[in-house]
C-alpha cells in the first residue's frame, strides 16, 4: 500500500479501536477507583428509595443543601430536592445565568425485580409463601431458585414508618422462587421460555417451621408473621400499605480472570445514574448550571408522580428560574439534555439479533444512541446530526473514548428511555449511556472501562 492511500485510508475511514488501546495509564488508575465507589454504591443502593438515600447521603456530605423556592442562589452554590424518597435531582448552579440554559443529565434508579402483592402473605402444604407482581420487562425463569433478598418500606397505620431489608448480609437468611425438578419437566420443557415460568408462580419461600403449641390452621404462616413482628412490629394488615421489593441478594463482583468487567443486579441503569452523580461531586464552578437527574418508573414508563413524565422535573426548574429571575420556557429551549441510559453490548453468543455494525461493544467506550424506540423508530426522541456532531467534538476534546449504539436489528423489538420526555419540553436531547450484557437479568455485566469513559463524558456535558 502506497503511503499517499494509506494516509488516504487514514483521513477518510473509521477505524473504531478497543478503549484500552486508548487509555492512559493514569486513566487505568483512575477507572479503578471509579469503579470500586460504583460497587459500594450499588451494593448499597438495590432500589430507588436506597439510591435517593445513598446519594443524597453523599450529597450533603459534599456540601449540597435542600433547595428551597426563593432562596439565593449564587454561582458555585450546591442544591438538591428530593422527590418523596423515590427521585432526586441535584444542582450546581452556573456563572452564565439561567435563561442561558442548563446542562442537563437524566438517567433512571429504578430496574427490574418482583414487587409484593398486598395482599401476599399464605400457607400451602406446609410452606408459607409471599406472593408478587413482577415489575418492568423480565425473563420470569431467570428469577427462580436464585437467593433473593426483601427491600422496601412498611407505613404502618399509626404513620410510621418501617424500612426492611433482609438478605444480603451473609448472617442473613435468603429467600427463594422454586421451580420444577427435570425428572417431571416433560410437560413443562414443551412450552415456550414465557410459557415455562408464569407470573403467578412467581411466589417467594419464607419459611416451612410451623408455630408451636397451637392446633389452628396456617401454623407455618403465623410463624413467619410472628418473627416479622418482634423484629419491624408489623401485623399482617400492613401489607396493605407496604412497599416492599424481591431483588437478587448477590452483591456486585468482578468478572473474569482480569477483573475487567463488573456483574450487579441493576446497570440498567444505576450505572449511568452514578456516572451522572459522581462529577458533581466535587465539581468547580461549571459555565451553565449542571443539573443531575435521577428519576423513577421508568422501566414501566416514567409514569407516576417519580416518573420523568411528572411536573417534579418542571418545578424544580422554574423554581430555580424563579430565584434567579429568568423564564421556564427560555431556559429549557437553550438546554441540553444527556439521557444516560444504558445500551445492549454486542453479544456473539446471540449475534443472531444484531446489527453488528451498529451495535455497541464492551469496552468501545461510552455508547451514544441517535435514537431508540421499536421498528419504525416507534416512541423514540431523534436526536438532530447537530446534536450528534456536538457531543462527537465535546467527547474528543476530552479524550473520551465513546462508540455509536443502536438496540438491535431493525424489526427485532426495541425499547426506550427517558429521551423522548426530555425532548418534549423542548431541550436538544441525546441518548448515550453504558453497554450491557444480558441486560435484564438479576445480575448484568457491564465494562469498567465502559463506565468510567461514561463518568468522564457525563463531567465533559457538565462543563460544555
Not at 107 to 126: F, Q, T, V, W
Not at 198 to 215: F, H, K, Q, R, V
Not at 446 to 459: E, I, R, W
Request: aromatic share 8%; with cysteine; hydrophobic share 40%.
Amino acid at each position: 500500500m502506497s503511503e499517499k492511500t494509506e494516509e488516504l485510508r487514514k483521513s477518510l475511514l473509521r477505524a473504531p479501536k478497543n478503549g484500552y488501546d486508548r487509555i492512559s495509564a493514569e486513566d487505568k488508575a483512575e477507572m479503578e477507583r471509579y469503579c470500586r465507589d460504583y460497587m459500594k454504591f450499588m451494593d448499597a443502593a438495590k432500589t430507588e428509595r436506597e439510591a435517593v438515600s445513598y446519594t443524597v447521603e453523599k450529597a450533603e456530605a459534599a456540601g449540597f443543601v435542600a433547595f428551597v423556592p426563593g432562596m439565593e442562589l449564587k454561582p458555585g452554590m450546591r442544591i438538591y430536592r428530593n422527590n418523596r424518597g423515590k427521585s432526586a435531582i441535584f444542582a450546581v448552579i452556573g456563572k452564565e445565568h439561567i435563561d442561558n440554559g442548563a446542562q442537563i443529565v437524566a438517567s433512571h434508579i429504578d430496574s427490574p425485580r418482583m414487587d409484593i402483592k398486598p395482599n401476599p402473605l399464605y400457607e400451602d402444604a406446609g410452606m408459607a409463601y409471599l406472593k408478587t407482581h413482577y415489575y418492568g420487562g423480565i425473563k420470569k425463569y431467570q428469577w427462580t431458585t436464585i437467593p433473593l433478598s426483601i427491600h422496601g418500606v412498611v407505613a404502618k397505620k399509626d404513620g410510621s414508618v418501617v424500612t426492611v431489608r433482609i438478605g444480603d448480609e451473609p448472617s442473613d437468611p435468603c429467600f427463594m422462587v422454586t421451580d420444577l425438578l427435570i425428572h417431571l419437566s416433560a410437560d413443562q420443557m414443551k412450552k415456550t421460555l414465557a410459557e415455562g415460568v408464569t407470573g403467578e408462580a412467581l411466589n417467594i419461600l419464607m419459611g416451612s417451621e410451623p408455630i408451636a403449641d397451637d392446633e389452628g390452621a396456617d401454623r407455618v404462616k403465623l410463624g413467619v408473621m410472628k418473627l416479622l413482628n418482634e423484629k419491624y412490629g408489623i401485623v399482617e394488615e400492613d401489607f396493605l400499605s407496604a412497599e416492599l421489593t424481591m431483588v437478587p441478594a448477590d452483591n456486585a463482583r468482578e468478572v473474569g480472570m482480569d477483573r475487567s468487567l463488573i456483574a450487579a443486579y441493576g446497570h440498567d441503569d444505576r450505572v449511568c445514574a452514578w456516572a451522572s452523580f459522581e462529577p458533581l461531586l466535587n465539581m468547580e464552578i461549571p459555565t451553565h448550571t449542571a443539573v443531575c437527574v435521577l428519576a423513577d418508573k421508568e422501566e414501566i414508563g416514567s409514569v407516576g408522580v417519580s416518573g420523568m413524565q411528572s411536573q417534579f422535573f418542571e418545578t424544580f426548574m422554574a423554581d430555580v428560574c424563579e430565584c434567579q429571575k429568568g423564564q421556564l420556557r427560555r431556559c429549557l429551549e437553550r438546554s441540553f439534555c444527556l439521557s444516560c441510559d444504558v445500551s445492549n453490548a454486542f453479544d456473539p453468543i446471540y449475534a443472531e439479533v444484531s446489527d453488528k455494525r451498529n451495535n455497541s461493544q464492551i469496552n468501545y467506550g461510552i455508547a451514544l444512541c441517535k435514537y431508540t424506540g421499536s421498528r419504525g423508530k416507534g416512541g423514540c426522541s431523534d436526536a438532530s446530526g447537530e446534536v450528534m456532531g456536538r457531543i462527537r467534538r465535546l467527547f474528543d476534546d476530552n479524550n473520551v473514548v465513546w462508540q455509536t449504539a443502536e438496540l438491535g436489528k431493525v424489526d427485532q423489538g426495541g425499547g426506550g428511555t427517558v429521551a423522548a420526555y426530555m425532548a418534549n419540553r423542548n431541550i436538544d436531547t441525546l441518548d448515550a449511556g453504558v453497554p450491557v450484557l444480558s441486560m435484564h437479568a438479576p445480575m448484568e455485566i457491564v465494562s469498567k472501562l465502559d463506565c468510567y469513559m461514561t463518568m468522564k463524558g457525563m463531567k465533559a456535558v457538565y462543563h460544555d
